[in-house]
């Protein structure tokens, strides 16, 4: 039995001026064959005009579990939102 | 349809009463409509359950590119031959985004394919029928996909984030095929009078597979229920069946076709058409292994995964060799 290609990461950007964006996974053997494979898996109609490619087992993710303890600390600073703070009608536009 | 069947390993649809907090609170998400994702916590069967029926879509995908395979060397026109290719090539895409789907859920890709060589996994019945003429191609694209789009629409909206994204791609591409198929049937019945009842032969052959693809009518089915529970299965396979129908007809009409079907009638009060029932007998038999092209597709299959394996293990191998020398280099100029 051969020994299974790696799982790559595929990002694309599409025609706007966006971020490389996340779009799915593949398997190739090597980074080459891994953008090859993502242009005929990922770009069959226009829908971008570069490709990144990384190693899945490259890729460190934070865990589900901790979403808590990783996001929490940001929910109580509402004042970092510019709502926050009342400006008055006379001001005008700010 | 392209996963047809999917058992659940459920007894019965429990309540949120009798599951354990963890589970409750996986439930409470589902029911508010939130996506689940790769590595959050989830019930095995949910699992298990998800791996069957996305891998099971994915090898009707594969598997469905060799009834049109059949075809491409013998397509009427270049221009045929170059849209039917494309076709082919995007079913190629939707079992590799399906695969890649199912791969999130812990099982790899060649486990999957050695499930499928095996004949332990099923793909859809309908890719064990025949492609006899150039009109059946026309009458996959129209019906076949036409059935695929009516079980995949609702499935972009799946609970499992990546079989949703997937379908979200899919959708989009499948809407070409369809048009594709009655495009070709379209030019065949402004043809010869040949050309003409070859189409309505075509029909005559894909008409009962076709609406086999939704599964046996599934309202007492635990299995279909725990789907719906876990928004896996969105309808039943009779309301499909019966938008696929309400649907389909009139396309036929429009080409100037007869459905074979005696007993298809416009029931006004329900809005909708009334036909018969397809042979469930046949659906089981091909299910099982016994329609006309099961042992034909399967080899086709095996074969061409068999002979690739020295152009994947080539590839590997140069992979290694180039990463080997990469390292060497590097070492070197220290």
């Given at each position: 039995m051969s020994s299974e290609w790696p799982l790559w990461e595929v990002f694309i950007r599409g025609q706007h001026g966006l971020n490389h964006r996340h779009v799915g996974s593949l398997h190739a053997p090597d980074a080459e064959m891994a953008i090859n494979n993502a242009r005929d898996v990922y770009t069959r109609r226009n829908e971008g005009v570069s490709i990144w490619v990384v190693k899945s087992s490259e890729i460190t993710a934070s865990a589900p579990s901790e979403k808590g303890p990783l996001f929490d600390p940001s929910n109580s600073k509402v004042y970092?939102?510019?709502?926050?703070?009342?400006?008055?009608?006379?001001?005008?536009?700010? | 349809m392209y996963a047809q069947m999917v058992k659940t390993d459920a007894a019965r649809v429990r309540s949120l009463d009798e599951m354990d907090p963890v589970e409750r609170a996986f439930q409470e998400r589902i029911d508010a409509g939130q996506k689940i994702e790769p590595k959050e916590w989830m019930p095995e069967g949910y699992r298990k359950t998800l791996v069957r029926q996305i891998s099971q879509h994915a090898h009707s995908e594969i598997v469905g590119q060799l009834p049109e395979g059949n075809w491409i060397t013998r397509a009427p026109t270049l221009e045929r031959k170059a849209i039917l290719l494309a076709k082919v090539q995007d079913e190629a895409g939707h079992g590799l985004y399906l695969y890649c789907a199912a791969e999130t859920l812990g099982i790899s890709r060649d486990e999957m394919y050695a499930q499928l060589h095996s004949g332990k996994a099923k793909y859809s019945s309908i890719f064990n029928y025949p492609t006899l003429t150039w009109a059946d191609i026309g009458a996959i694209g129209w019906l076949v996909d036409g059935a695929a789009i009516m079980n995949q629409v609702p499935?972009?909206?799946?609970?499992?984030?990546?079989?949703?994204?997937?379908?979200v791609r899919i959708c989009k591409e499948e809407s070409f095929h369809q048009r594709q198929g009655y495009d070709v049937l379209m030019k065949m019945v402004k043809g010869t009078p040949a050309q003409k009842a070859m189409v309505q032969d075509a029909l005559n052959r894909w008409w009962w597979p076709s609406l086999?693809?939704?599964?046996p009518s599934d309202d007492a089915s635990v299995h279909s229920a725990q789907s719906m529970a876990w928004k896996i299965k969105q309808n039943s396979n009779d309301e499909l069946r019966q938008k696929f129908v309400d649907q389909t007809v009139?396309?036929?009409?429009?080409?100037?076709?007869?459905?074979?079907?005696?007993?298809?009638?416009?029931?006004?009060?329900?809005?909708?058409?009334?036909?018969?029932?397809?042979?469930?007998?046949?659906?089981f038999n091909v299910i099982a292994g016994n329609g006309p092209c099961n042992a034909e597709r399967l080899n086709a299959?095996?074969?061409?995964?068999?002979?690739?394996?020295?152009f994947r293990d080539g590839l590997t191998a140069h992979a290694e060799k180039v990463s080997d020398r990469r390292t060497a280099a590097k070492i070197a100029a220290e």
């Open positions: 970092r939102h510019p709502t926050f703070f009342d400006i008055p009608d006379e001001v005008g536009h700010m | 499935l972009q909206r799946c609970s499992y984030g990546p079989y949703a994204r997937a379908m086999m693809m939704f599964g009139p396309q036929a009409k429009y080409l100037g076709l007869t459905v074979p079907d005696p007993d298809l009638k416009w029931n006004e009060e329900k809005g909708g058409y009334d036909f018969g029932e397809p042979d469930w007998e046949e659906f299959r095996k074969k061409a995964w068999d002979d690739g394996a020295w």
